[in-house]
């Protein structure tokens, strides 16, 4: 579902070019949950990005589904970056805008008519159990709740990819679990393909199928997490 071929990204910096990512290259299968692990500087967030073209890779190709999006136009990968949510460490919201509207965003933006939008936050609402919060303002939410909204507003379009920022970084413990829990669910429910970058062994633990490990912008090891690391 998604293919990195030899992935490299360099930023220029006063001069200097830093390579972020070199030379990476890996495979997610439809329908698996693949982590990607690191620590702070590593080149996760770079690599992330790199898969919907938030950030352009110096060389390489990124192909999601059949569809090579390196190499696209930017009205071409407009339209495919609808089948790639995204979720964000510090959620992303808009503050100005209720639940309802922030899950809205997306399909106003893809032009749906407004009983279908209301249909579909209704459908996302119930999928993340927000509908007593619908008219709430992101700073009235817990963390996990915010989170949930960023996680139906990801899901709006139906897209077949969920990439996943450090979703659960700014959460504490019980929220991340019912966080991972509901990714899961997703996953089970919808066939979803998620690939997620963290920093916390648990999370690779608790629903990964596959994992790997990035240090100074390569992959070092790759493989099922029962084998690359040894379960609790
Ligand atoms: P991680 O997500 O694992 O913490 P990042 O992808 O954020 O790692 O960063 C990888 C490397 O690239 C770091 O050395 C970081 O300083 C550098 N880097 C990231 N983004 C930029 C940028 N916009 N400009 C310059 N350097 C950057
Ligand atoms: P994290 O803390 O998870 O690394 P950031 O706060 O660094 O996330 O945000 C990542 C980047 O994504 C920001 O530079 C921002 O411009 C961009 N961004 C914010 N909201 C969205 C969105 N809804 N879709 C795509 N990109 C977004």
Redesign the pocket.
């Known amino acids: 579902m998604i293919k990195l071929h030899n992935i490299r990204k360099s930023y220029r910096v006063g001069g200097l070019s830093v390579e972020a990512v070199r030379d990476v290259s890996l495979t997610v299968h439809k329908g698996e949950i693949f982590g990607i692990i690191g620590h702070s500087g590593a080149g996760k967030?770079t690599l992330l990005r790199c898969v919907n073209l938030?950030e352009k890779p110096t060389s390489g190709t990124v192909t999601v589904g059949d569809m090579e999006l390196t190499g696209l136009s930017e009205g071409q990968l407009q339209r495919q970056r609808r089948r790639i949510g995204?979720i964000?460490?510090?959620f992303?919201l808009l503050s100005m805008s209720t639940v309802r509207d922030n899950i809205a965003f997306p399909l106003t933006l893809a032009k749906l008519s407004k009983a279908e939008i209301n249909k579909r936050v209704d459908e996302l609402l119930k999928l993340v159990q927000l509908e007593q919060h619908a008219d709430k303002y992101p700073a009235q939410l817990s963390g996990g709740q915010k989170q949930r909204v960023g996680i139906a507003r990801a899901l709006a379009n139906n897209p077949d990819v969920l990439l996943c920022?450090?979703a659960t970084s700014a959460l504490d413990p019980q929220t991340t679990n019912s966080i991972l829990s509901l990714l899961l669910d997703i996953n089970a429910k919808l066939g979803i393909t998620i690939l997620l970058i963290t920093h916390e062994m648990n999370v690779i633990r608790s629903i990964c199928d596959r994992v790997a490990v990035i240090d100074k912008g390569e992959i070092v090891e790759m493989g099922d997490v029962l084998h690359v690391f040894l379960k609790p």
């Open positions: 967030s938030l995204m964000f460490q510090h992303n920022d450090e």
